[in-house]
């Protein structure tokens, strides 16, 4: 008999649904939520509210798009931190109700693991190789950057990790210093391919062991600017493509230097790549010189699942399932954890 798994994802301002049958990925519907580029960022009173009103066609458009009825589901994987909580509950509530009504098992998520699992997603006549045991994840995202030793489905190290704050934010937040859109990630990444990395030169960190810091680039980058800007005023304007390429770029050559180093000390050779920031071309590059240069395996997720999806849920929920993981239908969502 066939598994049939509806994964549910709403830690932030995407709400989607995904079905994954027997380890293949049948389908992976994601609302996103335009509300709140107006802000600058994403409201989360706005975003819960988003999650109300999508969830149940979300789920409804999944379970069509996959072909199945949900009472053919065996069990219901969910996000269940972290997140904003608002939005969390949005997506953890509705999944315990469909699986108490459906009676099947539930199975709790870490949003941080699916990004990590995201990895293990096959698509009928598409298949890909799957990265083995253990290997490395660069787990970088808006909320995370994380050097990860995954050792199997369920057993994570944190190896290193950023100490204040993540790579996304710092380029979230550096884009809106530039007045760009947001999320800035998207932007910088296309405008970076117009401009020279070399422009312009920010400061570096030096935080021992395979640690991650990123607020001395931010603060180096608002004040550099703010100085340039001061002698001409259009400066941004005329420079955005070269500042954006050499934003970029110290970001990457941050993330790669402490990824080699972990690689070298853990002796690992397959490494991954995971997150919001993976769809970044410039990192997307770097993997592969490092590739080339050190010979590495590298894994690169679809562009689909790097940014948030159930599809990465729903894997995640489906290996969790094989190990008849369940979850009490009163387990909490949490805000603030990290793997696992
Ligand atoms: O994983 P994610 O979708 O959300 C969480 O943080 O959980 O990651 C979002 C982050 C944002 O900071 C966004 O700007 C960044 O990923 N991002 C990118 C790109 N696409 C998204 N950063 C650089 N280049 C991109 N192409």
Known sequence: MSTFILGIESSCDDTSAAVIKDGYLLSNVVASQAVHEAYGGVVPELASRAHQQNIVPVVHEALKRAGIDKDELSAIAFTRGPGLMGSLLVGVSFAKGLALSLGIPLVDVNHLTGHVLAHFIQVKGEEIELPRF????????????????????????????????????????????????????????????????????????????????????????????????????????????????????????ILMDKLRKAAKQYDIKEVSVAGGVSANNGLRNAFREHAQKYGWKIFIPKFSYTTDNAAMIAITGYYKYLEKEFCPIDAPAYSRVSLQ
Not at 174 to 183: N, Q, T
Request: hydrophobic share 40%.
């Open 134 to 253: 253990p290997f490395l994840c660069l787990l970088v995202s808006g909320g995370n950057s994380q050097i990860i030793l995954v050792k199997s489905y369920n057993e994570m190290e944190i190896l290193g990790q950023t100490i204040d704050d993540a790579a996304g934010e710092a380029i979230d937040k550096c884009s809106k210093v530039m007045g760009l859109g947001y999320p800035g990630g998207p932007i910088i990444d296309k405008l970076a391919r117009q401009g020279n990395p070399k422009a312009f030169a920010f400061s570096k960190p030096h935080i021992p062991g395979l640690d991650y810091s990123f607020s001395g680039l931010k603060t180096s980058f608002l004040y550099s600017l703010r100085n340039w800007v001061a002698e001409e005023p259009d400066f941004i304007e005329h420079h955005k493509a070269d500042l954006a390429a050499s934003l970029e770029a110290t970001i990457v050559d």
